[in-house]
């Protein structure tokens, strides 16, 4: 199981730098071409934009990982410790509930969308909205994997936790 986790990490981390790094070339490109030749790119925009729906959806999950997505923890902190992992386990069905949603919704939403084309690049708007049924299995992944972590002490992955080489790589 640990192979799987560190090859999904990975992974995910690899589509998230292809991804950004796209974007951020083609932004630049279309800024650069259009002050110096008054001409711009005419799909830029709408490639950049999509990029940044998939780079929303795929990042989700590593930032649920490390616990950076927005949580108000008073009521937590407040509370006895068998009722904080009580309210804990809770939160973790309701989000659990919530990706399953996004998997089950964003599947029906690109089968429905399947034939509508994209204005400029004139492509299925079904690799768009894909971005939220992949988002949302990656996020059911990533937060079984820190799940027990989440559920026993309210803790959260590490970097070391899942690749202890990530420096050694980089």
Do not use: C
Request: hydrophobic share 60%.
């Amino acid at each position: 199981m640990d192979a799987f986790e560190h090859a999904l990490m990975r992974l995910n981390r690899y589509a998230l730098i292809g991804l950004l790094a796209a974007m951020a070339l083609i932004v630049f490109a279309n800024v650069v071409l259009r002050y110096t030749t008054s001409a711009s790119i005419e799909w830029a925009e709408e490639v950049a934009r999509y990029l940044m729906v998939w780079l929303t959806f795929l990042g989700a999950g590593p930032v649920l990982r490390y616990g950076g997505h927005i949580a108000v923890d008073n009521l937590q902190e407040a509370l006895p410790t068998a009722w904080a992992k009580g309210l804990r386990v809770l939160i973790a069905v309701l989000l659990f509930g919530f990706f399953g949603f996004m998997v089950w919704g964003g599947a029906l939403y690109l089968e429905r969308a399947q034939f509508q084309m994209t204005p400029t690049t004139q492509i299925s708007m079904a690799w768009v909205y894909a971005a939220m049924p992949v988002g949302g299995l990656l996020l059911i992944l990533h937060f079984f994997f820190v799940l027990r972590s989440y559920l026993s002490e309210r803790r959260f992955a590490e970097d070391a936790h899942f690749d202890a080489n990530a420096s050694a790589s980089l």
